[in-house]
């Protein structure tokens, strides 16, 4: 099969690019690798229990089926609670910020994810203010998601008067 365009027959095109956009992006297939990565495990698996037992395994390994696992989160959100995801671009469903934000100079960026209060804390006394100092609505993770659009602004205005490389070895710095 071809990764590209089964990813679009089991949905997971529908997943990639950013909200608001007409069209899905489609890059490089994930499927292709993925699909060889789980061939490969599943030899290996074969190969350790001829070793043990002297016997052969026979592998039935449908790319389409693995690709699925990409898709595992949309697919459950759907059975479990009926909601359709689409693209979400740089979000994280339980991160924020996490994106990719401008730094100084052309075209430089840097990723900044933070995953845990420590962690919002800590960006908080970097970028020079006090979680309380920013909106009431970003002191709990809900509101930060929630939020996020205006949370992406403060942060992109915020990282741009920095080198990407001068702010990631910051950001590191403090974890």
């Not at 350790?48 to 989160?73: C, F, M, P, W, Y």
């Not at 960026?109 to 020079?128: A, F, P, R, Y």
Request: proline share 6%; net charge negative; aromatic share 8%.
């Amino acid at each position: 099969t071809y990764g590209p365009s089964l990813c679009a027959l089991y949905g997971v095109s529908s997943l990639l690019g950013y909200p608001m956009e007409e069209w899905p992006r489609e890059g490089a297939s994930e499927a292709d690798p993925i699909a060889g990565t789980f061939g490969f495990i599943a030899s290996m698996a074969a190969l350790l229990n001829r070793q043990k037992t002297g016997r052969g395994r026979h592998i039935d390994l449908s790319q389409g089926e693995v690709i699925l696992s990409i898709a595992a989160e949309a697919i459950l959100e759907y059975t479990m609670n009926g909601k359709i995801q689409s693209p979400r671009g740089n979000d994280h469903p339980m991160m924020a910020p996490h994106g990719i934000y401008p730094a100084k100079g052309v075209d430089k960026w840097i990723s900044i994810s933070v995953e845990t209060e420590q962690e919002w804390e800590d960006l908080c006394k970097l970028m020079g203010k006090s979680p309380n100092d920013l909106d009431p609505s970003f002191s709990r993770l809900s509101g930060r998601i929630a939020n996020r659009e205006s949370l992406d602004l403060i942060v992109a205005e915020w990282s741009k008067s920095f080198d990407n490389y001068e702010l990631m070895h910051l950001l590191q710095n403090i974890g």
